[in-house]
């Protein structure tokens, strides 16, 4: 019988932790085989505060998914954000020596190592390098220069760091459970996977993934990832806005976010009151609809005005024409893509997981474009090697180099 892949993902979120199992199916679309969600504690604005509370999380959700799909997770594509990541693009060059000065993959791998080897300070690790395009004797914009002439290849990179010791600690939590990590991904990245659609990152795209303690942003332009930003404000913020404008217990403040939050213009009248009996908060108190929703936005809005802040100073509402793509738990609030269009002046839309098939009903929502992300980057990316046993060290970007061409663990052959 063929052998068949399965790709497990975790992403340890602020608010809650989601571990997917999946495969692709016969007709290349991704079979969602067990998925599971808790609640996250332990976790700050995307970081691991508290390796204790965050495993009972991660197990949580390892254990619904593997309950629901009846398999192991050996080992899994993991997410990383929080404010600590930082970003650069650079470019190495390599000379063709050989005589026929035909571009081989040698070459290509040449170059990338030179990319690769960038020196980190030591309290810092390489995330990502990701080749945006080469240059071919001065010509740019080469996506795959194997089998062209040239003299000189020259790769512009996009690369990522961390630090070391947030990245480590999401790794000791998933370690403790015997569980292996095969590679650690940028979240935003990731949730561009699941939510942008190749023109889009043709023409020029801002992904905003809103979740509950960060704003997680990847830009891409000519195909391909220009910036990344982690911004440490989400939903979380927008709650505690409401419980202390509104002066009641944070969890009343999250349930009348969700069930009445509204930034539509077509909202409703305004001396339309949220009766909060049956909330938790005692009998008699109401709260106005309009109270609610103008602390919503101010801060929406100021989450917004934070995106193109981010990005590094330029015309962006030229340079990025297919506009923004809002995701994460918040994008769920209504009326928040057309506050966008008019606060940035572009085209908004709310990005989806979309195209999975099986057990992915609760995944069609923005709140799991990073989960549903991590395993298309591992369908993508993973390698067919044996993978590289030693675990992630510090300092010169080789050992992060191997890691971040780890394979598919196969979990299941049949
Ligand atoms: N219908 C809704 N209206 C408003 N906000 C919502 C809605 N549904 C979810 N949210 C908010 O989305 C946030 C959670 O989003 P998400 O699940 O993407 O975050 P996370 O992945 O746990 O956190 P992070 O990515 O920031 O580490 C919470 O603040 C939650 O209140
Ligand atoms: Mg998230």
Redesign the pocket.
Known sequence: MAKKSIYSAI???????CAVLANISENNAMRILGVGVAP?RG?Q??IVVNIDEAKIAIKEAVRKAEHSSGLKIESAWVGV?GRHISCTNSRSAVAISRGDRLVASDDLGRVLSAAKSIEVEGDRQLLHVIPRQYILDGNVGVKNPVGLHGFRLDVDAHIITAAAAAVQNVVKCIRSLNIEVEELVL?PLASAEAVLRPDEKDAGVILA????????IAVFRDGSVWHTSVISV???Q??RDIAIGLGIPFNVA?EL??KY?NLSYDKPPEAEKVETTGLGIGDGHSILRQDLDDIIRARVEEILRLIPMELPPSEYSSLLPAGLVLT???A???GTEMLAQDILHMPVRVGVPTGMAGLSDILYD?????VVGLVLWAMHHAKDEPRQPQGFSRGKAESLARYMATPIRRLLEK
């Open positions: 992403d340890v979120g602020t608010t809650k932790t996250t976790v604005k995307g954000t979240e993934d809103i979740g509950g303690g960060t704003t997680d989400g939903g979380y927008i709650t999250e976010k969700k939050g994460g738990g918040a769920n609030l209504p923005p709140a799991y474009s990073t």
